[in-house]
């Protein structure tokens, strides 16, 4: 039941990902960009988090009501 190793590594490679994107527009001088890549790295993470917690919602509610 514990997490699934492969959800980590995706979540550590978009955070590299957003990383390198981010430092290379800010260096370019286009902040903007590097705040919306930033922004939309969130995001996706934060969707994959929300899919994770609503697995473990479900697997508690059929551990309680016997579903």
Do not use: C, P, R
Request: proline share 0%.
């Amino acid at each position: 039941m514990g997490i699934e190793v492969d959800i980590i590594f995706k979540i550590a490679g978009v955070g590299i990902v957003v990383a390198f994107l981010h430092t290379i527009l800010d260096q370019v001088g286009k902040k903007e960009y590097a705040q919306w890549v930033t922004l939309f790295g969130f995001i996706y993470i934060l969707f994959m988090v929300a899919s994770i917690v609503e697995n473990l919602f479900q697997k508690i509610k059929s551990v309680f009501l016997f579903q």
